[in-house]
């Protein structure tokens, strides 16, 4: 891009800001060879009716200085740039930062710390929304700052929907090559987010993942009832080891928190040392059924019998349409495909029984005579030890 050319877009956006409520700015592939940072000319951006403002272009630091000040600033999404002030002059601290009614904040920065600085920042913490991203993985104890941080300066009432992205740009990629060996977080120190009573989304993406267990995971439930997606899912996988969370700790956690609809958590699917115990202790026709759950990803975990896994996960959750899942055993890889298409034919088959499908749930076959209901859906059904 012309450097001239933006900045003619920026003059003309200077003498038309007192009349913009909203303002949405998106870097293309194009845009990239812009020679330097060019800085936006927020000292003269006398944005007073600005609600609402989506910037992809990396922000310098007098940028945002100036941005804290509009008055009616409801929503922001910024991306903090590295290159001039902060990196002149690394200890160098944020001024107090108003943001007199920012109430939804997606902040992306270099790492965790970069962001937690700004927000630490800022004077008036009554968030509704609050993400916080990097572009790379932290050091040991980024994500507790971060956490603490948030804990201390958000409003324990307002917080509905947070997020934490541990190094966005290595989340799909491998990390064969990742030499540090897996330190998932504390859960002590995960649960000072506890503070918050009234939170619907909760998603901590992390390079390492939260160590979990069955009561760490209904004390979730306890503490956020309201909760609609929980996703608390790591990136390094087998490496980790085992997960502590297996299939029973899902009985509690449908029961606390019913608007449950999307899960994301690692999942010890292993069913050898299970299948007793949830045939035994947790017969199916006695299991809570929660009926808002649709999606859930098990992350990449081994998977034990995946009949024993399907007909708990329906029992538990009957309207659950989707579960991803991944292993790194061949041997096993058509594990996961195969839960998914068994719930797919428990729910088509309950439809098309209707009132004779609670007797299959109570642990009988297939009734006589109404097979002829189930038309192909039989085949998903034929061989299932309902028992």
């Excluded at 009832?225 to 700790?249: A, H, K």
Aim: charged content about 20%; overall charge negative.
């Amino acid at each position: 891009m012309d450097v001239s050319l933006f900045k003619d877009f920026w003059d003309m956006l200077v003498s038309c800001a007192p009349g913009i409520e909203n303002l949405e700015i998106t870097i293309f592939e194009d845009d990239r060879d812009i020679p330097g940072p060019q800085p936006f000319p927020m000292t003269h951006f006398q944005a007073l009716r600005l609600v609402t403002f989506e910037c992809h272009y990396p922000l310098q630091r007098s940028d945002i200085v100036n941005l804290a000040h509009v008055p009616h600033l409801r929503n922001m999404q910024i991306r903090i740039n590295e290159d001039n002030e902060s990196a002149a002059d690394p200890d160098s601290t944020w001024p107090v930062l108003p943001f007199p009614a920012l109430r939804e904040a997606a902040i992306l920065g270099n790492t965790l710390q970069k962001c937690t600085e700004l927000l630490l920042s800022i004077s008036d913490s009554r968030f509704e929304v609050l993400e916080m991203t990097s572009e790379e993985d932290g050091l040991p104890g980024e994500v507790q700052f971060a956490l603490s941080t948030i804990q201390r300066e958000c409003c324990p009432q307002t917080l509905i929907r947070l997020c934490v992205d541990e190094g966005r740009d290595n989340f799909d990629s491998s990390d064969e090559d990742d030499e540090r060996p897996p330190s998932p977080l504390r859960f002590q120190a995960f649960e000072v987010l506890f503070i918050f009573p009234n939170i619907q989304y909760m998603a901590l993406r992390l390079r390492d993942g939260v160590r979990m267990d069955n009561r760490a995971l209904a004390q979730v439930a306890e503490a956020w009832p309201r909760l609609e997606t929980l996703c608390l899912s790591s990136r390094v996988g087998y490496r980790g080891g085992s997960p502590g969370v297996d299939l029973l700790g899902f009985i509690t956690l449908g029961q606390k928190c019913p608007k449950l609809s999307n899960l994301s958590i690692p999942v010890n699917a292993v069913t050898r040392t299970l299948a007793g115990q949830i045939l035994t202790n947790y017969p199916l026709s006695s299991l809570p059924q929660q009926n808002t759950l649709s999606w859930i990803d098990f992350g990449s975990f081994p998977i034990g019998a995946p009949a024993i896994v399907a007909k708990f996960l329906f029992a538990l959750f009957p309207s659950l349409s989707e579960v991803l899942g991944e292993t790194e055993d061949h041997e096993d890889i058509w594990k996961w495909p195969n839960v998914g298409r068994l719930l797919h034919s428990f729910s088509n088959a309950s439809q098309a029984l209707g009132p004779f499908w609670p007797a299959m749930r109570h642990g009988r076959d297939i009734p006589p005579g109404v097979e002829h209901l189930l038309g192909e859906h039989i085949i998903g059904l034929r061989g299932v030890d309902w028992q």
